[in-house]
Each structure stands twice: as C-alpha cells, then as structure tokens.
C-alpha cells in the first residue's frame, strides 16, 4: 500500500482571536495547494481513502484533494478525520485505522502537521533516524511493507514548488 503524508496548505497566522485548531488556509494557501494537487494527480496516485487531521487547515487541504481526486477519477472520495494526526500524534493507532478500515487499499492520503509529518517519515523509514522537511503543501510518497504495514519505503518527496511545476 501506497501512503502519502501531506502537509496542510499554508495557513493564517496564530493569533489570539483564533485557536490553532481554528486557523484556516489562506486565500494564497488554498491557490498554491489547488495548484500543486493539479500536478500531483498528473503522477496518478492511487488513493483510496483520505485521513485528515481535525484542525481546521489540514480538513481544508484535504477537501481540495478530495475534490480534485474526484473530478480525475470519476469516483466520490471521502474525508475521515483522525486525531492521530493532530498533535499528540499515533502513528500505530493510525496505520491500524488504516487496515481495518480497508486491507485492500493501494493508497491512503494522510493530511497533517509539522513535525508530525517529518516524524512519520523518519519512523516509517529510517526506523526513527533521519531528518526530512515537509513544506506546507509538500507530499511525501511510502511504499508501505510487511502485513502490519509499520515500515517502508520513501519513493518520493516533492516540494509544492515541484508539483506546481509539474501542473504546468
């Protein structure tokens, strides 16, 4: 199985008015995602189900992924949310969602946060060990391994700036 970790679209400022789980993306976040997902879905991922952290941001982000997976596949995609990926974060109550809530999944889109995402990454792959960078609107492609699919493979890193160019 396929998983992508993706870091929300840029978002406003913290602020006193707005809790952290309350920030929405902003005008800027909302164009530049919509413009990357365009040249993520070029590279034809195969995503089955679409995680979400709770936080305003990352619900958002992944509706816009929603709805472009939807108009390339020609088949509805739902959102679930999953506080396993808003802070404190579980990775294994997470990858155990993921199972039992569809074995046969060739992918699954997980959208987050900093440094969850980069966390992930490095515990996927590097068994703990390693430093990666998730930019706001970066996607990060694993190849999930072994029947509990706790491990595997980094095929692919991309900057938002990549996949934007890609959709040109």
């Known amino acids: 199985m396929k998983l992508y970790l993706i870091r ?5 400022d913290p602020s006193e008015n707005v ?9 800027e976040g ?8 365009e040249g993520f879905i070029r590279l034809d991922p195969p ?6 952290s709770p936080f305003a941001r990352a619900r958002q982000t992944a509706e816009i992924l929603a709805h472009h997976i939807d108009a390339a596949q020609r088949y509805p995609i739902t959102v679930q949310i999953s506080d396993s990926l808003a802070p404190p974060d579980d990775l294994q ?6 199972v039992a809530v569809n074995p ?3 992918g699954v889109a997980a959208i987050g946060h900093e440094p969850i995402m980069s966390h992930w990454i490095a515990m996927l792959c590097g068994r703990g060990h390693g430093q990666f960078e998730m930019k706001k609107g970066a996607i990060a492609g694993i190849e ?3 029947e509990d699919k706790f491990s595997g493979e ?4 991309a900057p938002p700036a990549l996949l934007r160019q890609i959709a040109s």
Request: glycine residues 4%; proline residues 2%; positive net charge.
């Open 104 to 106: 046969a999944a060739r």
């Open 19 to 27: 809790s952290d789980a309350d920030r929405p993306l902003t005008r």
């Open 144 to 146: 999930l391994s072994g």
């Open 154 to 157: 980094l095929f692919m890193l």
């Open 93 to 98: 109550a997470f990858l155990s969602k993921v």
């Open 47 to 52: 995503i089955d189900l679409i995680f979400s």
């Open 8 to 12: 929300h679209g840029i978002a406003a």
């Open 30 to 37: 909302v164009k530049k995602f919509r413009r990357a997902v």
